[in-house]
């Protein structure tokens, strides 16, 4: 790998989310404090929406961290859910209840009793549901009657859903009326401008244990913030692949050349991505070599 040429302590743009690589890009926050407002206020549901990449699943993580530690908490991060059972029973597992086979009937009674009780003891319960586009009218009308349950005053649970913008379709279904008009809080993740893209990419390699400006050249994180679209999956993917190229062809940085390239292969190249004038019709001879032999 690419790390000791370039003096790096680890991978700097991993593959998974990792909250300790998080970077607070003004989307994220404005999001996340949007999500954070309405569980204060006491919301049964909270929804975030943004299209693949931006994020979502990483802010999932960063907000339960910033929950008060005594709220008890189930991520979901499957929510390809067979009925209703299936569903009850993820999230009994997810809270560390039990949740072995038995009828949908008893897995609820187990679920609503765990809620209640923490209810009492002023305790909170907050479920987040990743990639819950996935989601069925029937399943989603399961968590309406769920965040039915009160006690003293206040919401039994809480739940967050992370979606894709077709979540929106589904919530037309005559049948979820009710559940589309309790859902108040609605944030939208979108990209990243071309200044944050490029100082996302910089804060990962600060991260790693890297000097940012002698890793990446001016050009190639333009080119790389321009060609990704901003979108944080993208980048990282845009990043690794140009560093995996600099390396591979004995360069002692990255440029433009290697950071199109990068593109190029990964299917996100493009004339809208053509700003800032970089000279393509001939790659870096290092970049031509490494290639044709990789």
Do not use: W
Request: charged share 20%; proline share 4%.
């Amino acid at each position: 790998m690419y790390e000791e040429r370039f003096g790096l302590k680890r991978r700097p743009f991993a593959p998974t989310p990792d909250t300790a690589l998080y970077y607070p890009a003004t989307v994220h926050e404005t999001a996340l404090a949007a999500l954070l407002r309405g569980l204060a206020e006491d919301e049964g549901f909270v929804l975030l929406t943004g299209a693949p990449g931006t994020g979502k699943t990483l802010l999932g993580y960063v907000l339960l961290d910033r929950l008060d530690s005594k709220a008890a908490t189930a991520f979901l991060s499957n929510s390809h859910f067979a009925d209703r059972s299936a569903l009850l029973q993820a999230i009994l597992y997810d809270l560390g209840l039990p949740h072995e086979a038995a009828t949908e009937q008893l897995l609820r009674l187990r679920l609503t009793e765990n809620l209640l009780k923490n209810c009492a003891e002023e305790r909170r319960t907050l479920i987040v549901i990743d990639e819950a586009q996935h989601l069925n009218a029937d399943l989603l009308e399961e968590l309406r009657l769920l965040a039915n349950l009160e006690g003293g005053g206040s919401k039994a649970v809480q739940f967050v859903l992370f979606a894709q913008p077709s979540i929106l379709q589904t919530f037309q279904h005559p049948a979820l009326a009710s559940l589309n008009q309790r859902i108040a809080v609605r944030p939208v993740l979108g990209a990243l401008e071309v200044e944050e893209a490029c100082d996302y990419l910089l804060h990962h390699l600060r991260s790693a244990g890297g000097k940012p400006d002698q890793i990446f050249d001016d050009t190639a994180l333009e080119v790389l913030a321009r060609g990704a679209r901003g979108i944080p999956r993208c980048l990282n993917q845009a990043a690794h692949q140009a560093l995996t190229l600099a390396d591979g062809a004995d360069m002692a940085q990255v440029d433009g050349e290697a950071a199109l390239e990068a593109l190029a292969q990964l299917g996100l190249g493009g004339e809208e991505n053509a700003e800032p004038a970089v000279e393509t019709e001939q790659a870096h001879p290092n970049i031509q070599s490494f290639i044709r032999t990789a």
